[in-house]
């Protein structure tokens, strides 16, 4: 069986992109991750000589390899890299993850921030979820906390820039599912361009033009170690389905998902064009958003809402 050397430099491969052509053996392979991120930093103006750059970092693999690829970036930047762990309050399963992030962090010497649900919300997220009366899925109530807890941690380091492991199946994936809820506004939020609803924090997603696929095989080949072990509630929002559909185009269509993420792309530019004149202050916590009372306050108060009930008939 002949085995088909690397595009670059003829070492045997270990890795072909369809959607390419291209052969990659393990160092070309390694190198063109990092290249890519840099390309992707470059190209949106992601980060500035000397910047605070607070990394969400969960213990998964792609969060694990943002760190890695960063610390290698930034080493000549004159950056100075941190790291946000969120600990939602989910039994048996967030332990690993905090002890991998903190065993990576103190092996790249990276100062690390923990927060929690429970101390920032007063609830976990398991006591978010146990009420049976709950309208809402796992994903819509943990997703807005998540993003707020991050951001809160950001600004106690008095970080820059909060840099988030989102990968382009990860960006395909939220905006056909903010496409298919209706949720018109937070189409804008996939624009790089764009600060969100916080403009003294930027967002960045380094990795936005990478595949999932390729993120999992750097962190094999680099011997990362994170957590396997999938959120327990993962199945109870549709981005399952929706990743299912894109991966069985990508499959048959090598190269689909970048031109479907270009379409988008233009989308959410348009989106943010038409959406920013609407931001105003949340009524409640002076946070910035696109209704009188942001989604934060809004999933709180569904959550001990839901809570109050579900006390009251035990």
Known sequence: MHI??????NEKA?????????????ECFKNSIVEKTKKTISKYKMLKYGEKIAVGLSGGKDSSALLNVLNQITKSH????????????I??????????????????????IVVSYDELFDFTLDEALKPDNR????????????????????????????????????????????LFNNDLPRLSWLNPLSSGFKADIRRIKPFMDIYEEEIAY????????????DCPYQDESIRSEVKE??????????????????????IAQKSSELT???????????????????????????????????????
């Open 218 to 229: 750097y962190t094999y080949l680099m011997k990362i170690d994170f957590q396997i072990e």
């Open 14 to 26: 270990v890795y072909r992109r369809k959607y390419s052509g291209e052969s990659l053996c393990t």
């Open 4 to 9: 088909k050397s690397c595009s670059f430099c």
């Open 78 to 89: 004159g950056s100075k890299l941190y790291a946000i762990t969120v600990d939602e309050g």
């Open 276 to 314: 920013k004149k609407d931001r105003i202050k949340c009524k409640k916590c002076g946070q910035l958003s696109s209704q009188p009372l942001c989604s934060v306050c809004k999933t709180i108060n569904i959550v001990n809402d839901s809570m109050e009930i579900y006390a009251s008939d035990q």
């Open 91 to 112: 039994e048996g399963y967030r332990d690993e993850s905090k002890f991998l992030a903190e065993k990576m962090c103190k092996s790249m010497n990276v100062p690390q």
């Open 135 to 178: 309208k809402s899925s796992s994903c819509s109530i943990c997703g807005p906390l998540r993003r707020r807890a991050i951001d809160l941690a950001a600004q106690k380091m008095n970080a820059d820039v909060i840099a988030t492991a989102h990968n382009l199946d990860d960006s395909l994936q939220t905006f056909f599912m903010n």
């Open 245 to 266: 559909f894109l991966n069985n185009l990508e499959r048959l269509h090598p190269g689909i998902k970048y031109s479907t993420f270009s379409s988008a792309m233009k």
